[in-house]
Antibody, heavy 125, light 112 residues
């Protein structure tokens, strides 16, 4: 059974830092791209960052570029999100998710097939 | 303002059929990229409901179905049940953005 378990959330002051972790099990972690997706209180879903299987490619939403860093440790089956210079607008539940991408002659798509339970990050003084 | 547009809310009585629309543009759905749907029950994480426009993951009841046409997609739920009350999000890929996934704003389904 695929499981993704996030940890590391909490209350942090504006300008502070936090490191989120996601422990993966039930699948070959090193074979999949992985993402962080967040959801502000009462709001919709927003993709934040993703990372290639070997960590050689990383992508970020514009609003976190230069402040957040995604990384992974395939030996530990773990995904991380280092968040620096946090702002009030970063307050959200952060989910880790497994990426699935495909491209054929007739179809192309990218989706998230498994999600963790989420960890709440609150940025407030 | 979400890249994909969904109605904020829909409602239906038990047993009825409801549909949720998802409207995109020429850089996402209209460009041929597939649409995927997620269900988020109250207080829980999103769960994949439909992938590749119309495919259901194992365990998803066939009461849920998806379709896509032009720059839009739809999620249909037949035989509405109380446990279907949730938020539903569509998602696709957008070639004009750096990320792999753009989401709709979400639709709250209320079972009357």
């Amino acid at each position: 059974e695929v499981q993704l378990v996030e940890s590391g959330g909490g209350l942090v002051q504006p300008g502070g830092s936090l490191r989120l972790s996601c422990a993966a099990s039930g699948f070959t972690f090193s074979s999949y791209w992985m993402s962080w997706v967040r959801q502000a209180p009462g709001k919709g879903l927003e993709w934040v960052a993703n990372i290639k299987q070997d960590g050689s490619e990383k992508y970020y939403v514009d609003s976190v570029k230069g402040r957040f860093t995604i990384s992974r440790d395939n030996a530990k089956n773990s995904l991380y999100l280092q968040m620096n210079s946090l702002r009030a607008e970063d307050t959200a539940v952060y989910y880790c998710a497994r990426d699935r991408a495909y491209s054929t002659v007739t179809q192309a798509g990218y989706y998230f097939d498994y999600w963790g339970q989420g960890t709440l990050v609150t940025v407030s003084s | 303002q979400s890249v994909l547009t969904q109605p904020p809310s829909v409602s239906g009585a038990p047993g009825q059929r409801v549909t949720i629309s998802c409207t995109g543009s020429s850089s996402n759905i209209g460009a041929g990229y597939d649409v995927h749907w997620y269900q988020q029950l109250p207080g829980t994480a999103p769960k994949l409901l439909i992938y590749g426009n119309s495919n259901r993951p194992s365990g998803v009841p066939d009461r849920f179905s998806g379709s896509k046409s032009g720059t839009s997609a739809s999620l249909a739920i037949t035989g509405l049940q109380a446990e279907d009350e949730a938020d539903y999000y569509c998602q696709s890929y957008d070639s004009s953005l750096s990320g792999p996934g753009v989401f709709g704003g979400g639709t709250k389904l209320t079972v009357l």
